[in-house]
């Protein structure tokens, strides 16, 4: 006999309330995961609609007194169906119980007391006004962010308070004071300008020859109903919008709805601008500082068809919109698309996933496309599009490759080479601003020598060892150890060591060198506060400042027409973190540095400092050259079984008992590999660890670590399944394990 678990409210906090139904022998083979049924409810039997969220062979109760679900809508249509499965997927796919896939996908219902919200900023005297007005705005420094925002507002006439305050940097202090000048004024309710109209047809770009060859492409492809996975791989400022934007023109035409995912980091005010723009108050956007109600009545809004855009970072994917025809996922690569919870998704996967279940397309888009996603358009799966050159001919800047092995032979100990410092000189009396970027992401404490450049690995796993209290050199896959020696194997030098710099010591060094520059930072300590973040990026947008150091925050999205210099303070940082994705993270960070650098009209330099000038990933990057990458970064992946080349899963155990924790992942290991030897299904697999994380400890919570590699992606989903169904018979209230299904992030 089989059971269904039903839930007949569908909403976030019903969910842990299900009800169960025996399934009728003529229902038992086509009855899924997310089915509308009929059932006859409560002792009335008053006949209601569920949804099926779980199918068991173990009755919760008296079979005897469970009734019988009556039929199955076959009308699959609704939106829920589709969320729900999509959590169903997710749940195996990544691992996880079915409860917390479904919080994932469902968004929160919250009653709020109605807000009374500012809602639009317009101008408040007339355009000739505002131009003198400005005209002496931008001469004072002081008045830099209201020149910038009265600017904005002659353009537009009319602008949205939360974009001001949270895209374009501007305080709520400012704009009070501006109002009580009477310049301009605050509505309280929102207005949204209507699209479509003549001026907005004729302000229409016309496309350039590679961008109407990838967007007639996909929408020739679409009208013939044709539904795929596109890549468009397009240098920074190349016109990659412009392609979405004209997809989503011609999608939304048909009546259907788009989705487009961008890092939060990277949704500027002027991207969303030219969204309201062309597609005015179809488009809404989602951000994280939103509250949970506002959240869900942009979700409500969605519903209701009141929307056919919604833009946002990775759980925009989930607006239930009923009939979506495009999800665009840009800057693809970005870390910021897996989650960090469980389920830990990937958003790329899941909107392929979810694109699968409406029938829609996908069109993911990035200057430095994931080599995952690379390698599935190099196979065929994926169609490419590439687009090579700079909108309007801007150029690229200058990328000055510095080898500090040979600053160090010349003598110079400090961070700085001589070139940064001479460049930096420049700039300052230009009074154009600097940028100095520490690329620290992923960085844990690695090895290695200053004189020849030489860097601890493992000897197995192909990644930087990282050093740990007592002088150790352990590596964070399979746990292999050495000891720290005092002078280099490859050149006996004793320069060898690791490698300490943080954004503070960069700052004092500054300040040292420059000691009438201003100087802004921005890291984990100095945006602790809310909003922080944001004050420092407009202080620095206003030049209230000359310098800006700060860790990968800076290098992300943000527009500062004023810097033309770029400083890498030591690319291997982020380049010897100790995983597998090490090299391609920083052929990232370092092609994304050097597209901040003089975009507009100035020429920008752009200063990479590095121990391994002859790194591949070092050398492509200062070249921008993404295919050498690639082939250079793939052909390791092959050898070492990396994805993509082949399937990771991270299996992570935590415990406030180092004792427990020990014994759990062990006796976990011993049962994997059990399987793995005598199972059919999972012979190509190979279980690495338990080790220590490369954390070991957080808050008082003991953490350790295991890997299984795998060509096949199948074998591990069942590792995974098998894992779970162990944690679930041994649950031990201390233990928590989490499953990381081809990770981005070492652990
Ligand atoms: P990307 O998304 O690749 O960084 P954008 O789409 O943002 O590039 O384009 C960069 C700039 O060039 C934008 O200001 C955009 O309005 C402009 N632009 C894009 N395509 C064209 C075009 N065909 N003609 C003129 N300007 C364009
Ligand atoms: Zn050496
Ligand atoms: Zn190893």
Redesign the pocket.
Known sequence: MKYANIIVNISHENLDRTFQYIIPGELENNLGIGDYVSISFGPGNRIIKGYVLEITDTAVYDPEKLKEIISVDTDSRFVEYKLIRLAYWMKQTYGSTMINALKTVLPIKKIMKEKEEKSSIILNIPVEEAREKLEQYERNLRTIARARLLKELINEKQLDYRLVTAKLNISPATIRAMEKQEIIAVEKKRVYRNTAGGEQQSNR????EE?SEAASSIIRDYSAGIRKTYLIH?I???????VYMEVIDAVIKEGKQVIMLIPEIALTYQTVMRFYRRFGDRVSTLHSRLSDGEKYDQFERARKGEISIMIGPRSALFTPFDSLGLIVIDEEHESSYKSDNMPKYHAVKTAGKLAELHGASLILGSATPSLDSYYMAMRGEYGLFR?NKR??DAKLPAVHLVDLREELREGNRSMFSRELKSLMEERLDRNEQIMLFLNRRGYAGFISCRSCGHVMKCPHCDVSLSEHLGGKLICHYCGYETVMTGNCPECGSEMIGSMRAGTEKVEEAVKKMFPYASVLRMDADTTRQKDSYERILSAFANREADILIGTQMIVKGHDFPFVTLMGIIIADMSLNAGDYRAAERTFQLLTQAAGRAGRADAPGDVVIQTYNPEHYAVEAAAGQDYERFYNDEMAYRSLMGYPPAGHMLAILIESADEEAVDRYSKTLAEELNDVIIKGLHAQGSTLIGPVDASVKKINDIYRKVMYIKSVEGNELIFLKDQAEGYCETYKDRNIRVTFDMDPVRGY
């Open positions: 770009i016309t496309l350039n961008q397009g920074t400022g190349s016109g990659k919008t412009e687009l909108i309007g």
